[in-house]
């Protein structure tokens, strides 16, 4: 894992050290081949090697696969359907946000919105019984998750999850970016908010009603201002909301 994750997020890495690498596992060969090959990209011609995939997808978005590849064992487990998708969702969201912002790419955060639940999953599978009992009482309360994991665990998932990011030897601003995603403020970095607002526009892509006057509207146009989003530049973005989905369900 830590060799992929390295190269997934190596932004010098080189076409030929990325088919390489790619290459030498099966599996993620498979994945690869079956992302191009799926609807949403639309590709005229079959295709039937790493190297067409990675001209087809570009760079950046085979190094997005190769991440999520890479963390898919780690959400194996009663919940992780969920999580996961959800973490692909807040993934795809970043590209998106960073986008309509007209800034470089932050590819990192990418991988930093697959793995910023990656807590959760560890207290469920450490410590099921209590981390249930707060996942419920949060729910119930509609308060914080991390906040009731401080009162009754001592701890909570994100500072779980940014030690785990350090024991993976993955990038440290990966593991803050983990560690912080529930952490905001008038002077956070361009990536953290761009974090903040990717997970806020997942959640909402679950509401039936995911707009204007909808539930989690109103947090979640908050968390877009600041990134210096109008309420009309908000909408807007959020109609990119099926084309996000359509690609976290490409990635599987």
């Known amino acids: 894992m830590a060799e992929l994750l390295g190269i997934a997020n190596d932004p010098t890495v080189s076409f030929s050290k990325l088919t390489q690498v790619i290459s030498r ?45 890479a963390l898919a064992p780690a959400f194996e ?11 692909l969702t807040t ?45 419920d009482q949060a729910e119930k309360e509609q308060r914080p998750l991390a906040d009731v994991e401080r009162e009754h665990l001592g701890t909570d998932h994100a500072y779980i999850g940014a030690r785990a990011c350090s ?30 607002a990717a997970n806020a526009l997942a959640k909402l892509c679950d509401s039936p009603n995911p707009g204007p006057g909808g539930p989690g509207w109103e947090a979640t146009l908050e968390v877009l201002e600041r990134l210096d989003f109008s309420e009309e530049e908000a909408v807007e973005l959020l109609t990119a909301r099926g084309d996000v989905v ?7």
């Open 25 to 69: 596992d099966q599996a993620l060969t498979l994945r690869m081949l079956t992302v191009a090959n799926s609807p949403y990209y639309g590709c005229s011609r079959r295709i039937d090697s790493v190297r067409s995939a990675i001209a087809v997808l570009g760079t950046r978005q085979v190094q997005n696969i190769a991440s999520a590849m």
């Open 77 to 87: 487990s009663q919940h992780g359907p969920r999580l996961w998708q959800h973490g």
């Open 167 to 196: 024991n993976w030897k993955l990038p440290e601003r990966l593991a803050e970016l983990v560690g912080d995603h529930h952490v905001s403020g008038e002077h956070d970095a361009l990536d953290l908010k761009v974090l903040h």
């Open 91 to 135: 993934a795809v969201w970043t590209k998106h946000i960073v986008r309509a912002l007209g800034v470089p790419p932050l590819d990192y955060v990418f991988t930093a919105g697959l793995l910023h639940d990656i807590g959760v999953v560890l207290l469920l599978g450490n410590a099921p019984e209590a981390e249930n009992a707060c996942m």
């Open 246 to 252: 359509a690609e976290a369900s490409s990635f599987g």
